[in-house]
């Protein structure tokens, strides 16, 4: 049986959920775990959610996303979610809220802030495009608004679930064994790697996911709790797809407020191309200022409980 390491000698309140485990896993059988969640959990959610929405099972490839079909496939990580809290239940033996939900306060506040920092982080490259001339508004779908604001519900599901399985689950697995700077490196390059099967995937864009997952590593670790990274991610998607219109990652959505695309003859290393903003150079100069102010942010908060 484990014992719980005391709380002043972690570099975060996040990596003590480990420590209530009676049977804690390691990384390597933690990455098999968070493989087998994400394809067994979710691909029998999805089978069962295309059904119940009455979607052909052609749905579950791909393609052009209605909300009925975005929904569904959103949904399903909730079956990843569920797989991981049963291993945790049962097999290591703790809450389901240690992988990144304790201490749970200011709930609110952190999701006010993620929410706004992923606007805020988002707009830049997007506007610089727009400015720019790189980017065109085809149209204004205010009809859509209803249908994208539904539409957060499922992007909350998906961001949330990828936060626990990564920054949350991976992250307290690989710490306990191979310490902080392995930790954040180890749940990044998975991270990445689960990203690089998406359509139109490119190297920058491959760099992009990865300054992602340390920024919010670090904001995670600053933080003490998944809450801030959980909305942050979730309005990061929703606002990319459902409201700008842009491809989320190489997916193509359909209910958009409004429809933000490349003009003729624009540069795909400043728009990002098919994957959307998230493969612009534009996006990888905002996101790596962001990863360096989450790890200052991070430093600060850690030598104050320290010298407390």
Not at 71 to 81: I, K, N, P, R, T
């Amino acid at each position: 049986m484990s014992t719980v390491q005391p709380e002043r000698v972690l570099p975060s309140p996040l990596l003590g959920g480990i420590y209530r485990a009676r049977r804690p896993t390691g990384p390597v059988v933690g990455l098999l775990v968070v493989l087998f969640c994400l394809l067994v959990g979710q691909a029998v959610a999805a089978v069962v959610l295309v059904s119940a929405f009455g979607l052909p099972m052609s749905a579950l490839i791909g393609g052009e996303l209605g909300l009925t079909t975005q929904l569904a496939l959103m949904l399903s990580f909730a079956g990843a979610s569920g797989l991981l809290a049963l291993w945790i239940l049962v097999k290591e033996r703790r809450p389901f809220g240690s992988v990144g939900f304790f201490p749970a306060s200011r709930i609110g506040a952190h999701l006010a802030l993620g929410a706004v920092v992923a606007v805020v982080l988002l707009s830049v490259p997007v506007g610089i495009n727009l400015l720019g001339g790189q980017f065109e508004i085809g149209s204004v779908r205010a009809a859509q608004i209803g249908g994208a604001l539904v539409a957060l519900i499922g992007f909350a599901v998906q961001a949330s679930t990828e936060e626990i399985l990564t920054r949350g689950y991976l992250m307290q697995v690989t710490y306990r064994k191979w310490g902080l700077v392995a930790a954040i490196a180890f749940q990044a390059v998975v991270f990445a790697a689960l990203h690089g099967v998406n359509a139109n995937v490119s190297v920058i864009a491959l760099v992009n996911i990865v300054l992602i997952a340390v920024m919010l590593a670090f904001w995670a670790l600053a933080e003490g709790a998944l809450w801030g990274v959980c909305a942050f991610h979730a309005v990061w998607n929703w606002w990319q797809g459902n409201v700008y219109g842009i491809e989320v990652s190489g997916m193509d959505i359909r209910t958009t407020v409004l429809e933000i695309g490349g003009s003729p003859g624009s540069a795909p290393l400043l728009t990002g191309g098919g994957f959307g903003i998230e493969g612009s150079l534009l996006t990888t100069a905002v996101l790596a200022v962001a990863a360096v102010l989450a790890a200052l942010a991070y430093r600060r908060k850690l030598a104050r409980s320290q010298a407390g």
